[in-house]
């Protein structure tokens, strides 16, 4: 913000410079009248930047913006008015010499009424120009605050959905771990060690904008290890993720609500199934699918929110933007869940 003050005053004072010197450069290798010059140009020049400045800093803001146009313009054209009223009585004060000259060449200069509107024409210039200037810097202000208004609101709709899945997710894992308590209380209690570990991980590792995907994998690892105590011998999980550092970084939690499904509705205790996980990286773009057994609920189930895959959506439509392919099918009794997405 410093350096656009700095390189805005700058500009001003080379523009005014050049102005002041067109008259030189305009007429350079001919002998110059130097009250010409003065008279006809520089005072003129000085009563525009008056003008120009008085609008920008005071008369823009104080009337024209607050829709009172008409205070607006009858004020410009006293000051206009005003101007050229003491721009001849300079003229006839100082500048006798040049008045007798034009005063004796009868063809010099245009009639008394065209002289007045070429006048008034020469100080609107300013005016329209302070008008134009103060209006784009008000434009990109406004434009500035509406994007910062979008990113607030971006960020506060991705931490909603980012505080929706952690609870999701924990009260899932609480009915997996209870569902054992009276089966197997020694798996019950490795379990809760293990959750413990993955919500420290949710809860204070997660609370950036993108973490290492290495990371991602591991917390993805340990939920299926935790997930496996539960199922029974009936059921195959099968996973393979990058084994190598991608240096990829990726938005955390976008894949785990995919695997809790795959684990809630796709095992079964009296009915072979498998479930198999695969993620794959080519350069930046991250290729995970999922595909398990389809064991559709009851009508009458009630169990679970139903905010996985749509939590998914909507934060991949916030943070990737054009940059992801989300398909689910079921194909011969499978549900098919395939994710790609574009991290650069």
Not at 183 to 188: E, G, L, M, R, V
Not at 211 to 224: A, P, R, S
Not at 282 to 309: Q, R, Y
Request: proline share 4%; glycine share 2%; aromatic share 14%.
């Amino acid at each position: 913000m410093h350096k656009n003050k700095k390189i805005t005053i700058l500009s001003h004072i080379l523009v005014w410079l050049v102005l002041f010197s067109m008259p030189y450069l305009l007429s350079y290798g001919q002998e110059q009248e130097i009250d010409r010059v003065i008279a006809h140009f520089w005072i003129p020049l000085f009563f525009s930047s008056i003008i120009f400045y008085f609008n920008y800093f005071f008369l823009i803001d104080r009337f024209l913006f607050p829709k009172k146009a008409i205070v607006f313009v009858l004020t410009n054209l006293l000051i206009i008015v005003l101007f050229i009223y003491l721009k001849e009585t300079i003229e006839d004060v100082f500048f006798q010499e040049l008045i007798k000259r034009r005063n004796n060449n009868t063809n010099e200069g245009p009639p008394f009424k065209m002289f007045i509107y070429v006048q008034i024409v020469s100080y609107m210039a300013p005016l329209l120009f302070a008008i134009a200037v103060k209006s784009t810097k008000r434009w990109v202000k406004t434009e500035a605050e509406r994007k910062e208004a979008e990113n607030y609101k971006l960020q506060s709709e991705l931490q909603h959905l980012h505080y929706q899945l952690q609870p999701h997710f924990f009260f899932n894992s609480l009915n997996n771990i209870y569902a054992m308590v009276d089966i197997s209380p020694d798996q019950a209690k490795k379990s809760i060690h293990s959750l413990s570990k993955l919500m420290r991980y949710m809860l204070y590792e997660t609370n950036v904008e993108k973490v290492t995907l290495t990371k991602e994998i591991d917390f993805m690892k340990k939920y299926i290890d935790l997930m496996k105590l539960r199922v029974s011998d009936k059921t195959t999980v099968n996973y393979q993720f990058p084994e190598k550092e991608t240096g990829i970084k990726i938005a955390p939690l976008l894949f785990i609500s995919l695997i809790e499904n795959a684990f809630k509705h796709g095992v079964s205790a009296s009915e072979q199934n498998s479930i198999d996980i695969v993620m794959d990286c080519k350069e930046k773009t991250v290729i995970f699918t999922i595909e398990n057994n389809n064991f559709p609920k009851k009508t009458n189930d009630k169990s679970g929110s139903g905010i996985g895959i749509p939590n998914i959506i909507k934060r991949l439509k916030l943070l990737y933007p054009n940059k992801n392919n989300f398909t689910t099918e079921i194909r011969e009794n499978r549900y098919l869940a395939k994710l790609e997405i574009e991290t650069h």
